[in-house]
T-cell receptor, first 112, second 114 residues
């Protein structure tokens, strides 16, 4: 069974500090997506990682993909309150062709 | 502006009742998807459609039905056979079904049991 595991599931951040969210998956895949969800809202696409070694950065967020380790990381630099949200990774393995498998999400709360 | 419109935002279902959630997109996307989200969990795929008049079961299709008569529309019916329908339902679309195709999401419908 394909598993996508995020950790931690909850992350309390202090403003100005750096943190990392991990996304491990159990099958071969070189396609991985990161989404952000605000409470009661829809999902917003953050990053699309389409190959081994892919690194994408936007503002204080940086995502990377290591397909050999079956691991993606979402790094947050100098956290600010606006980054409070739930972050999901989703894997697109070959055997599911186009059908994403989501992790459970990491709820991030940034406090002063 | 192009996007995905889901309605209603909130929906209540009585015992034994079927209810239909609407999803419309004006992005000219071929592929559309329905997901269910439960508190503290990731999204689970209910049904998906590659093209008009075609749809396939996802991971949790039991108790749900869909149709795809128009490219723009992909309504989801939650039938009385779905014994635990309370959840947040999200519709998504992509240019086509494929591993490189980012999915764009609607704002969701929150379904509760009366």
């Amino acid at each position: 069974e394909l598993k996508v595991e995020q950790n931690p599931l909850f992350l309390s951040m202090q403003e100005g500090k750096n943190y990392t969210i991990y996304c491990n998956y159990s099958t071969t895949s070189d396609r991985l997506y990161w989404y952000r969800q605000d409470p009661g809202k829809s999902l917003e696409s953050l990053f699309v990682l389409l190959s081994n070694g892919a690194v994408k950065q936007e503002g204080r967020l940086m995502a990377s993909l290591d397909t050999k380790a079956r691991l993606s990381t979402l790094h947050i630099t100098a956290a600010v309150h606006d980054l409070s949200a739930t972050y999901f990774c989703a894997v697109a393995p070959v055997e599911r062709w186009g059908k994403l498998q989501f992790g459970a999400g990491t709820q991030v709360v940034v406090t002063p | 502006d192009g996007g995905i419109t889901q309605s209603p935002k909130y929906l209540f279902r009585k015992e034994g009742q079927n209810v239909t959630l609407s999803c419309e997109q004006n992005l000219n996307h071929d592929a559309m998807y329905w997901y269910r989200q439960d508190p503290g969990q990731g999204l689970r795929l209910i049904y998906y459609s590659q093209i008009v008049n075609d749809f396939q079961k996802g991971d949790i299709a039991e108790g749900y039905s869909v149709s795809r008569e128009k490219k723009e529309s992909f309504p989801l019916t939650v039938t009385s056979a779905q014994k635990n329908p309370t959840a947040f339902y999200l519709c998504a679309s992509s240019i086509r079904l494929g591993r490189n195709q980012p999915q764009h999401f609607g704002d969701g419908t929150r379904l509760s049991i009366l």
